[in-house]
Structures are given as C-alpha cells and as structure tokens.
C-alpha cells in the first residue's frame, strides 16, 4: 500500500498536464520534467507516450502552454517541436516542416533567435513562455501535446 501510494507521489511530481476545449479544438500539452534530454532525445520521448512535441501556432496556445508550466510549480527550460531547418534561419516545426512564418504567429524574445548554431526552440529562459534558439544538443526538460 505504501509503496502504490509512493509512486503516485512520484507520478505526480514528475508529469503535468492541462487540457483545455476552445470551440470545435482541443489542445493538450504535457510537461515532462523527470530527465534532461537533447531534442532528439525529447522528440523520441513525447513518440514513446503517443504524443510529439509542442507546437505553438497561436496565443491562445500560449496561454495553454503557460498554464500547463504553471501547473508544475516548477521552473525550467523545456524544448518544444520547433527548430531551425539550416536554410537561412528557416524555423519550422517538426516533424511536419511548417514554416513558423507562415502560421502567423510568433513569440520570440526580442533579442532572439540570435546564434546560427542554436538551432532548437525552447522556452522558459525569459518571463512567460517567450522563445529563445538553444543548441539542439543541450539537455532540457521537455513539452509534449497530443497527436491529432
């Protein structure tokens, strides 16, 4: 009994969601925050809960993505789906290769994407969830929605 107890403890402490309905959509991130892993390894972790990495195409996914970090109670920096494609400063979101450009919408810090070797999109650096470039090799927690 103690030990089934324990790991819910645990379960908690270390996973966070928020679901929240907006008209016809629904949107579902999942923050993970029980290892440091590089994007790929972040990408191979949301494929292996049925889910993938976190795209934010809107403010409203914002919010939701402020809510669920939130939530944690927690700080950290946490890799989403977005990366740079190598073609002069193309951010697009994996793995389906949308140009971030052409969703409309965007929430970089001011002074970035500021280094050609960052080619990873995380947030958590700056005050709410506004992006930052960060080498796709460093070791973060990680953002995950569901597939749809």
Not at 72 to 88: I, Q, V
Not at 95 to 119: A, F, M, V
């Amino acid at each position: 009994m103690a030990t089934s107890r324990v790991m819910k403890i645990v379960l908690i402490l270390l996973y966070s969601s928020i679901s929240i309905t907006s008209g016809q959509s629904k949107k579902q991130y999942h923050v993970y925050y029980d290892r440091l892993v590089n994007f790929y390894g972040a990408v191979s972790a949301c494929h292996s809960y049925g889910q993938r990495l976190a795209t934010v195409t809107s403010a409203e996914d914002t919010s939701r993505l402020q809510q669920a970090i939130a939530k944690t109670s927690r700080s950290g920096l946490f890799f989403t789906a977005g990366y740079d494609s190598g073609h002069n400063g193309e951010w697009v979101w994996f793995p389906n290769g949308t140009k971030i450009s052409t969703t409309g919408y965007s929430n970089w810090h001011s002074s970035q994407p500021d280094n050609h070797e960052e080619r990873c999109l995380e947030v958590g650096r700056f005050p709410g969830t506004m992006w930052n470039d960060i080498s796709c090799s460093a070791a973060l927690f990680y953002i995950c929605e569901e597939q749809d």
